[in-house]
């Protein structure tokens, strides 16, 4: 359907153990993975930042990262009056972005994009940044991801911003993963929510896709979510439903319910994804086993509740997705830092 984006290489285990024992650089780069600047890895003041296989939101990255800077130096273009102080400008110095615990990183492209924004503020001067480990990727503690080198000043003021952008993806990328793994050869997939950070959206989503789940809808205007109050204040299941087609007759529609028997009146005037909201295992399967013996083509998702510890239980009922809103908003940070070299 539109409204599901995945990448199924993503939830492939062999793909995370190779990754895990090498880390080569990201597909993207055409160069050696120690080559920096236009026709291959990442320059602060090139033009040519790779997004990688998982689609990286350029326009909300930057957005974000804008944000973010005026929120960290103050009035544009702002200043961090340490650094400023206690740097030389003309100081250049290497710096590694290193992880301290295991995890799945998401948010690689976000570096270069940021300390090309602290250079351009604030005239610090250029940082060129070598990927060692894409966005995907399997990641231990001490693992290198990214190599910085140039101007001190620049990498240091951009230090907070970008690790606080990739800890937050790499954080969702990670929970992301343990579920992807949990339901590996169950045929059932883990799609996300809207219970997103406030502009976060399209960066958490993109997360989520790097750690092997799949975009559910991105917002209110690409798909029709019939719930509990939308029937409710248009009179019922059927009454919701046709409503929705006659205002937005291109737009997919689900229903949500709770019992099998409203799975079966929507389906009867015409929903073809059902939602079935915080039900037992027990119940969810003779929802499926009734929707299937339908004969129509339904996909039909679990939604309400659901935890890692009872993930496999809910795949074996036959459901095609399992909906998470935790993968967005429960997410603990994957950390990173950054470190100057001696």
Same mark, same amino acid.
Not at 118 to 145: N, W
Not at 317 to 335: A, C, K, N, Q, R
């Given at each position: 359907?539109?409204?599901?984006?995945?990448?199924?290489?993503?939830?492939?285990?062999?793909?995370?153990?190779?990754?895990?024992?090498?880390?080569?650089?990201?597909?993207?780069?055409?160069?050696?993975?120690?080559?920096?600047?236009?026709?291959?890895?990442?320059?602060?003041?090139?033009?040519?930042?790779?997004?990688?296989?998982?689609?990286?939101?350029?326009?909300?990255?930057?957005?974000?990262?804008?944000?973010?800077?005026?929120?960290?130096?103050?009035?544009?273009?702002?200043?961090?009056?340490?650094?400023?102080?206690?740097?030389?400008?003309?100081?250049?110095?290497?710096?590694?972005?290193?992880?301290?615990?295991?995890?799945?990183?998401?948010?690689?492209?976000?570096?270069?994009?940021?300390?090309?924004?602290?250079?351009?503020?604030?005239?610090?001067?250029?940082?060129?940044?070598?990927?060692?480990?894409?966005?995907?990727?399997?990641?231990?503690?001490?693992?290198?991801?990214?190599?910085?080198?140039?101007?001190?000043?620049?990498?240091?003021?951009?230090?907070?911003?970008?690790?606080?952008?990739?800890?937050?993806?790499?954080?969702?990328?990670?929970?992301?993963?343990?579920?992807?793994?949990?339901?590996?050869?169950?045929? !059932? %997939?883990?799609? *996300?929510?809207? &219970?997103?950070?406030? $502009?976060?959206? =399209?960066?958490?989503?993109? @997360? /989520? +896709?790097?750690?092997?789940?799949?975009?559910?809808?991105?917002?209110?205007?690409?798909? !029709? %979510?019939?719930? *509990?109050?939308? &029937?409710?204040?248009? $009179?019922?299941? =059927?009454?919701?439903?046709? @409503? /929705? +087609?006659?205002?937005?007759?291109?737009?997919?529609?689900?229903?949500?319910?709770?019992?099998?028997?409203?799975?079966?009146?929507?389906?009867?005037?015409?929903?073809?994804?059902?939602?079935?909201?915080?039900?037992?295992?027990?119940?969810?399967?003779?929802?499926?086993?009734?929707?299937?013996?339908?004969?129509?083509?339904?996909?039909?998702?679990?939604?309400?509740?659901?935890?890692?510890?009872?993930?496999?239980?809910?795949?074996?009922?036959?459901?095609?997705?399992?909906?998470?809103?935790?993968?967005?908003?429960?997410?603990?940070?994957?950390?990173?830092?950054?470190?100057?070299?001696?």
């Amino acid at each position: 359907m539109r409204w599901l984006r995945h990448q199924s290489v993503t939830v492939t285990p062999d793909r995370f153990a190779t990754i895990s024992e090498s880390t080569p650089a990201a597909p993207h780069l055409t160069n050696s993975e120690h080559s920096v600047g236009p026709s291959g890895g990442l320059s602060v003041g090139g033009s040519d930042f790779p997004v990688g296989e998982f689609d990286f939101p350029v326009d909300e990255a930057e957005r974000v990262i804008e944000a973010a800077l005026d929120e960290d130096l103050g009035a544009d273009p702002g200043r961090d009056v340490t650094t400023l102080a206690t740097i030389p400008a003309e100081q250049l110095r290497e710096a590694v972005v290193v992880a301290r615990a295991d995890g799945v990183v998401a948010g690689v492209p976000a570096i270069a994009r940021v300390v090309d924004a602290v250079s351009e503020r604030l005239g610090t001067g250029c940082v060129d940044v070598v990927v060692e480990i894409p966005d995907g990727a399997a990641v231990q503690r001490g693992d290198v991801i990214a190599r910085l080198s140039g101007a001190t000043q620049t990498i240091l003021i951009a230090e907070r911003t970008l690790l606080n952008i990739l800890s937050r993806l790499s954080g969702v990328a990670t929970h992301t993963r343990r579920w992807a793994d949990e339901l590996g050869g169950s045929g !059932a %997939m883990v799609l *996300d929510t809207r &219970k997103t950070t406030p $502009g976060l959206r =399209a960066l958490e989503k993109y @997360a /989520v +896709r790097c750690g092997g789940g799949t975009n559910k809808r991105m917002g209110l205007y690409d798909v !029709a %979510m019939i719930k *509990d109050n939308h &029937k409710l204040a248009a $009179g019922g299941v =059927a009454a919701a439903y046709d @409503a /929705v +087609r006659a205002a937005y007759p291109g737009v997919d529609v689900q229903v949500e319910v709770t019992t099998s028997a409203e799975a079966l009146e929507a389906i009867d005037v015409g929903a073809r994804f059902i939602m079935c909201d915080n039900m037992s295992v027990e119940l969810l399967r003779a929802t499926v086993d009734a929707i299937r013996a339908t004969g129509e083509s339904v996909e039909v998702e679990a939604t309400g509740g659901l935890t890692l510890e009872v993930a496999a239980a809910y795949a074996a009922t036959g459901v095609d997705y399992l909906s998470v809103g935790g993968l967005t908003h429960s997410s603990p940070i994957l950390d990173i830092a950054l470190d100057l070299e001696e």
